[in-house]
């Protein structure tokens, strides 16, 4: 059953052919919907945008994409909008979750059946641009500004999801503000940096809002559920034959949920060769290959290749390949 939260477009959404299980009419404080809807069960949410108080203000949209289930929302922009049509805002609308976006009836018909992934808007995302309204460059002539939640998950056991983490915040703390959050454990204490931090699963949306001073929010996803609240998710494979296969046989259909999403081998010795191999057998894209790596160095250029890759730092050559484009 579906959710209808409707204001200036209220008959056009009553033309809607689906089931619904709750309606609303009128203009509402974000809070308010976080409250009627963080423990309420529905398939899909239809949110006419102009329903939302102050929408144009993006942080507004943001708290709704952290508190409910952002790929749930189908959201209804005012197509006479000038500034909610822009590409700035349209940009902001993917870097804080939302990729279910449309202006007419037909497509949110599309959406209702088609759920769209980061890669379907990533054309819509200009990394120039911030959550909080500024443009340009940072400091460091080499960071691309915009908040960057980056949720890195081990595929295969220990993986080395926690260690990655702690490294790349040291890469990316010479340059800009980083935060490291891990989720439903306590590992990062062992690290003794203030910057990283052990949250419950339920605190992960308050701590973000919480931490405007960051640019970059690096998640330590564990089996958490918090995919979701992530720009970027990158799953981590341990390529060794023995940790492969344990994986599989834990979870057979693992390599058919990860066909489209980044993936990066971690603690990797293969050749070039070797990981064109795994790509082909798999059937899945290889991203980056990050080899073992001493986590008492202060420099690692790899991983700065890895972020250059993921759009965190601006590209210094010409062309990019790879899965996604940012």
Do not use: W
Request: proline share 2%; glycine share 4%.
């Amino acid at each position: 059953m579906n959710v209808i939260i409707a204001n200036k477009y209220r008959e056009m959404l009553g033309n809607l052919n689906i089931d619904v299980i709750k309606s609303l009419v009128g203009q509402y404080q974000v809070d308010d919907l976080i409250n009627q809807f963080n423990n309420f069960f529905f398939e899909k949410m239809i949110l006419d945008i102009t329903a939302i108080a102050n929408y144009q203000d993006i942080k507004n949209i943001q708290k709704i994409s952290l508190n409910l289930d952002a790929s749930k929302i189908i959201l209804l922009l005012d197509p006479n909008d000038q500034v909610i049509n822009s590409s700035n805002y349209l940009s902001k609308l993917v870097s804080v979750g939302i990729y279910n976006f449309t202006t007419n009836l037909d497509g949110i018909n599309y959406l209702m059946q088609h759920t769209n992934s980061y890669k379907d808007v990533a054309n819509f995302q200009n990394i120039q641009n911030t959550t909080n309204g500024s443009s340009g460059n940072s400091n460091n002539g080499n960071f691309s500004t915009g908040l960057r939640i980056i949720g890195i998950k081990n595929l295969t056991e220990h993986a080395g999801a926690t260690s990655l983490i702690y490294m790349l915040k040291k890469e990316l703390s010479k340059k800009v503000p980083t935060l490291a959050i891990e989720i439903n454990k306590d590992d990062f204490h062992y690290f003794t940096d203030k910057d990283m931090i052990s949250i419950r699963e339920v605190e992960l949306g308050s701590t973000i809002l919480k931490s405007d001073q960051y640019k970059v929010i690096l998640v330590d996803i564990n089996d958490s559920k918090v995919e979701n609240q992530c720009n970027i998710v990158i799953n981590l494979l341990e390529p060794s034959t023995l940790k492969l296969n344990k994986m599989l046989k834990k979870d057979p259909k693992v390599l058919d949920r990860i066909r489209d999403s980044i993936v990066v081998l971690n603690n990797s010795t293969l050749s070039s060769g070797e990981i064109n191999r795994l790509s082909s057998e798999a059937n899945i894209k290889i991203f980056y290959n990050v080899p073992p790596l001493n986590d008492r160095g202060n420099s690692f250029p790899v991983l700065v290749g890895l972020l250059t890759r993921l759009g965190v730092f601006k590209n210094q050559r010409p062309e990019r390949r790879g899965l996604f484009k940012f």
